[in-house]
Every structure is written in structure tokens, then in C-alpha cells.
């Protein structure tokens, strides 16, 4: 079930005639108990909480206030450049995978050619496949296109999230 | 706390934690009210207390910890000092009432085995 409680138990003060003091009841809750339930915990108390607040973000563009739309001036370049770059990135695949077979876990090619073309998800194929858009197929589908740089930062980042596993990924998105 | 899906004290739309845990806590240590408020905290920096904040079962680790976080932090404000703090799933509770009286007693039977 999704929630929490918060329960606090009241010490005995000093002067307070109680069955234990104080004392003797942190005593009892600081003993290792052998009940698997239970889960260990400090037997001193908490460290003081400190928040840092952060400064306000900079991030105009994250927070939907842009008041300024930043288009190309070269349309078919930049959606060229997209392309070709999604498409390199697929013939890259075999050397960036051998490379990651060598030193992680063999899988960064592949990783990457999902996220810049698209990849077929589902173990039948025939009845349940779902296809995640990569970064090639929201081009081509015109989710990209060169009027609101911005926007199309925030399309391809959408791709590789749906796209990509693994850390990369989500470091990229 | 509802965990047998009791209707509970009142019903709110999702707040953030910095709201809620202070009205959490005002419930839990105000003294006001005859027929609820029968732990005698004194609200005036002198109150010692230990607290444990319980898991129903499924949140995370992460959002846990900040639960627990603002919860020590709400509790300085109000000069309560905390000599120990507990946080997991102690008391889980799933919407099967027949599951939350399973657990619920072999927690028991542990400890008092243990004691």
C-alpha cells in the first residue's frame, strides 16, 4: 500500500514517575533484535538535517517561459545533419558493441543505434511487438523541424528516453 | 492511519512534504483536544521523543528518506529533540485485510519471543 506513517514516543521527563526512564528505554531499543521484520537502525541519535536550497533555476527554456522562438537558418542542412549523424551512428554499432564487449558490458552499440533509429520491443513479435520511436523515425514523422531549435532539442531527448535502455539512456535524455 | 482502508481522518489532494508533514505533526502533538490529545507533549523546546516512520509498502527507499528528512526537520522547528530515529517497512499493509492481520501478528510473536 503506498504511504508511510509517522509515530513519535514521548520520553519521560526526569521528574516524571513513568515504569522506565528515559534512559532505559533507548537501552531496550538500541538491543539487536532477532526478529527479520525489524530493521536495524542507529543507536544514537539523528544527525541534524541541513537543506540546501538551490538557486532558482536558469533554465528559462525547461519551464516552458521562452518568449523567444530560435529557428535555423538553414532548414534542410540541419535536418540533414540530424539524419546523417542518426545514421552514422547505426554503422558505428558493430566497433562502439566490440569496444563495449571489452570494457563494460557489450551493449553500448546497440544502446545507441536504438535511440537514433528505432527498436523493435516484445519476445512475440508477430502479436505483441511495440515499437519505440528513435530520433530517425520523429524526423521522419516531422517532429523535427528546424523552426523552434528548443522544441526539437526536447523531441529528441523524448526519443532517446522512449528509445534507449540502459544508463546512457537516461544520462541522455 | 487506514490501514485496514478506514475512511482515516481527513482526505486532501497531494501535497508537498513541507506542507504535510507539519499538519501531520500539529495532529500528533497538540493538546487541545480532551478526547484525542492524551500524550502529554509539553510544545515549550523540553520534549524528548524517539521517532519512527513506518513504510506502508511500497515507497521507495528514496522518497523514504525524505520523508524521514523533513519529518527531523519539521521536528526541530518545533524543538522536539530527537534521540533516536527508525524508518522501514514495519507495518506493511496490502488491500487484503486478511495479509495485514497475517503480518501484523508474527511481528508480534517475534518480539515478544525476543523479550
Request: hydrophobic content about 40%; overall charge negative.
Amino acid at each position: 500500500m503506498p504511504g508511510f506513517s509517522i509515530t513519535l514516543l514521548l520520553l519521560p521527563r526526569p521528574d516524571e514517575a513513568a515504569p522506565y526512564d528515559a534512559t532505559q528505554i533507548l537501552c531496550f531499543l538500541d538491543d539487536v533484535p532477532d526478529a527479520p521484520g525489524w530493521k536495524w537502525a542507529r543507536s544514537v541519535p539523528p544527525d541534524e538535517v541541513t537543506f540546501v536550497s538551490l538557486p532558482p533555476s536558469s533554465n528559462i527554456a525547461a519551464s516552458g517561459q521562452l518568449d523567444r522562438v530560435f529557428g535555423t537558418q538553414n532548414r534542410e542542412g540541419y535536418l540533414e545533419a540530424i539524419r546523417r549523424a542518426c545514421e552514422a551512428v547505426s554503422k558505428a554499432e558493430p566497433e562502439l558493441t566490440r569496444m563495449d564487449r571489452i570494457a563494460g558490458d557489450g551493449d553500448c552499440g546497440l544502446t545507441l543505434m536504438s535511440g537514433a533509429t528505432s527498436k523493435r520491443l516484445g519476445l512475440f513479435r508477430e502479436t505483441r511487438a511495440e515499437v519505440k520511436k528513435g530520433i530517425l523515425k520523429r524526423l521522419e514523422q516531422g517532429d523535427i523541424t528546424g523552426e523552434d531549435v528548443i522544441q526539437d532539442v526536447r523531441v529528441i531527448s523524448e526519443a532517446i528516453n522512449d528509445a534507449m535502455d540502459g544508463t546512457s539512456g537516461a544520462l541522455y535524455s | 492511519m487506514g490501514i485496514h482502508n478506514e475512511p482515516g481522518h481527513s482526505r486532501s489532494k497531494l501535497t508537498s512534504l513541507s506542507i504535510l508533514i507539519p499538519s501531520l505533526l500539529d495532529m500528533i502533538t497538540r493538546t487541545d483536544d480532551p478526547e484525542r490529545s492524551f500524550v502529554p507533549f509539553k510544545n515549550d523546546g523540553s520534549d524528548r521523543a524517539i521517532l519512527l516512520v513506518n513504510n506502508l509498502g511500497s515507497v521507495s527507499q528514496l522518497e523514504l528518506g525524505a520523508i524521514v528528512g523533513e519529518t527531523l526537520k519539521a521536528l526541530t522547528v518545533r524543538g522536539i529533540t530527537i534521540d533516536r530515529a527508525i524508518s522501514g517497512t514495519i507495518m506493511a499493509s496490502t488491500t487484503q485485510r486478511m495479509a495485514v492481520y497475517a503480518f501484523a501478528t508474527y511481528l508480534c510473536v517475534a518480539i515478544l519471543r525476543r523479550r
